[in-house]
Each structure stands twice: as C-alpha cells, then as structure tokens.
C-alpha cells in the first residue's frame, strides 16, 4: 500500500479520509503558503479531529526537517539499505503483494 501511495496515490485505493489527508499533505508539502482555511475544513468535514489534523500536519513537518537535515549535512545511505529501499520504491505493485495489504474496515 505504501509503495502504491508513493508511486501514484491517484490509482490507489484509499477511501475519504486517507485521500483528503494526502492530498493535504501532499499540498502542505509542495506548497505551503497556499494553505488555506479551506484545507483544514475539507479534513474537519472528513471527520478529522483538530488535534488529528495537528497531528497530520507535525508528522509533515517533522518528515520535511528531517530530510532537510540529511541532505542539507550530506548523509548518505549506506549501499545496501539504499538498494533496497530503491528497489522496494520501483517495484511495480502486481509483483510486491505484500505492499498491497489494506486493513480490513471496523464495523
């Protein structure tokens, strides 16, 4: 599933709230001074509580320091990890079953 999200969470199979939550963060990400009150409300209105979407929005930014840190301090990968971690993200999805696990829903 994961592997999916990165690649293209557009063909991913995600219901509301995760969507609304990627889509958020990926505009949180890419274009952080067009946020507006209007995204919050789209996650409020997903069910999201103000203390979630804080939440969403701090594992965000902890991500985005924390890559900043790495290249801004040339941390490099250390070959082995670094293979796998490209090949796990170019791995078309049929063939990776096990990235494909969706939780099965709370009823």
Sequence with gaps: MAS???QDYGNATLDN???LIVEYVEKLT????AMTEDDIESLRSAGLSDRQI???VMITAMFA???RLADGLG???E???GSFVNSWLQTPQK???WLLHQPKEIV
């Design 4 to 6: 999916i999200v990165m």
């Design 17 to 19: 709230e995760t969507l």
């Design 30 to 33: 890419k274009d952080p001074s």
């Design 54 to 56: 804080l939440s969403v």
């Design 65 to 67: 320091f924390m890559n």
């Design 75 to 77: 941390v490099q990968i």
């Design 79 to 81: 070959d082995e990890k």
């Design 95 to 97: 063939t990776s079953s």
